[in-house]
């Protein structure tokens, strides 16, 4: 019974979650890390060729049916 007690002393200190928070905090920084370097390169990176256009949706009839070639649910 001592020991379930020393266990939760533990875990309210923060002793044995630590590797748990320093893992979650690295990842967390990682996933920042390659988010900012993306943003970067997309503002830095030159384009070849930049096209742009106009358009308009003109259906053949008011109404249409949509299916999905497959059928099913597809779960």
Given at each position: ?75
């Amino acid at each position: 019974m001592a020991a379930l007690g020393e266990d939760f002393g533990d875990w309210v200190n923060g002793s044995v979650d630590g590797a748990r928070l320093k893992r979650s905090k690295r990842f967390v920084r990682l996933v920042f890390l390659f988010f900012a370097v993306l943003l970067i390169w997309a503002y830095l990176a030159l384009l070849d060729e930049v096209s742009t256009g106009t358009g308009k949706v003109v259906p053949t009839s008011q109404e249409q049916v949509i299916q999905s070639l497959e059928g099913g649910g597809g779960f």
